[in-house]
């Protein structure tokens, strides 16, 4: 650009996607800036859409109305970026009795896909920054789409057919944020996704989906905190709750929900709430991570006294060099000691062979660290205070 030239000796491309990084209503109202500026924000190659109670264009009527004319004056050039951000979502539609909102947000997630979006974002908030399952059901799928290369949902209610993504080629990168996986009847639901490479599972409500191959996985994170996948029983001594569960039995059909499908992964972190069985399950039929180099877990896999888990998912991880253990003394009040003998872990040669460091992050040294210390004292062991 000549020394002094301003923004209008850019083509018409550039500024296309200049326009797209910027807000919706913010592009749009460059179409005053001059007869050039008219029909560009038309052909912005993103759509970021942020818009909530008090927030864009006030009420929902009118935010539905900017919706459908944006969308519908594009020419239909391909998407980059489609990102809708609903913040005080519930709170909006109480307010303002406006129920067609939710089907309307279905039909612009579709138009989205239609225009061969690359990026597709969806988040449904309590407020600006926590997102909350909403009463949003993206009620059509499978999605067909030989574009889509990453897709982030947030408080959303997921359908089977939705998990579908083998007709999604490109997708490497999936999230799902305190979405809500709705059981079709007494099916578990499934997620497909073969070319994924990235896949992000956080706040997992209703029971978690069953995790098909991932060939191509590098890293993963899932959390299970607020699933169905737990005990309700004060006094359990069930076959996956207390001293009975069974691990590393893979005798009979494979069960496995998550972790199968987890198992060519090369960067992991698993986290669950201390009542979720479903990880401890899927330990009866524990996969080899024969690619897995780093992993990451909470105080759920340090039962004071029963490290059972643990040692389960360390033999099965051959090529484990970082171990990561974060761990809260609050959570840790809140869990139930298993009777048993606490000595030092006799690491089997599998393990000692790559296995580097274990970080144990910790906001206080309290009796379980000690005794997580001393379980693993035949490792190199450091100890981080937060």
């Known amino acids: ?26 592009s749009v109202r460059t179409c005053a800036v001059a007869r050039r500026w008219r029909h560009l924000w038309k052909s912005a190659t993103g759509l970021r859409i942020i818009a909530g109670a008090g927030k864009f264009l006030g009420s929902v009527e009118k935010f539905c109305n900017f919706m459908d004319i944006l969308l519908r004056q594009r020419p239909g050039p ?34 989205a896909v239609r225009c061969q979006v690359r990026v597709l974002r969806l988040r449904a908030c309590w407020n600006d920054h926590s997102i909350t399952v909403s009463t949003i059901v993206l009620d059509e799928g499978p999605i067909y789409s030989r574009h889509l290369t ?20 490109l997708l490497e990168h999936l999230e799902f944020k305190r979405c809500d996986f709705d059981p079709d009847g007494d099916s578990r639901l499934r997620i497909c996704a073969p070319s ?3 896949l992000i599972l956080d706040d997992i ?20 905190e607020n699933s169905l996948e737990e005990c309700i029983e004060v006094e359990c001594n069930c076959e996956f709750c207390g001293n009975s569960y069974s691990i590393g039995d893979d005798t009979g059909s494979n069960g496995s929900v998550l972790l199968k499908g987890l198992s060519e992964v090369k960067d992991l972190a698993l986290i669950s709430g201390p009542e979720q069985y479903i990880f401890k399950k899927d330990l009866r039929w ?25 040692v389960c998912i360390l033999e099965h991880s051959p090529v484990l060099e970082k171990l990561t253990l974060e761990l809260s003394s ?10 048993g003998t606490l000595r030092p872990m006799e690491g089997s040669a599998a393990i000692l062979e790559h296995l580097k460091i274990i970080e144990v992050r910790c906001d206080a040294v309290d009796e379980r660290i000690c005794k997580l210390t001393l379980f693993l004292c035949a490792f190199p062991i450091r100890l981080s205070l937060n």
């Open 1 to 26: 650009m000549p020394p002094g030239a301003g923004i209008d000796v850019l083509p018409d491309e550039v500024l296309h996607q200049i326009l797209g990084l910027v807000e919706a209503h913010e």
């Open 78 to 111: 391909p998407l980059h970026t489609c990102e809708l951000t609903l913040a005080y979502f519930k709170q909006w539609i109480s307010e303002q009795r406006y129920d067609p909102l939710v089907p309307m947000v279905n039909a612009w997630f579709w138009h």
């Open 150 to 169: 990453m897709l982030e949902l947030g408080g959303i209610v997921v359908n089977g057919r939705l998990l579908d993504f083998s007709n999604c080629p």
């Open 196 to 198: 994924l490479v990235s």
């Open 205 to 224: 409500w209703g029971m978690a989906p069953m995790l098909e191959s991932m060939p191509s996985l590098v890293k993963a994170d899932i959390a299970t």
């Open 286 to 310: 524990c996969p080899i991570f024969s690619k897995l180099k780093t992993l990451l877990l909470n105080e759920y896999w340090c039962v004071p006294d029963d490290f059972r888990a643990l």
């Open 330 to 339: 609050k959570k840790y009040r809140q869990q139930r000691e298993r009777k």
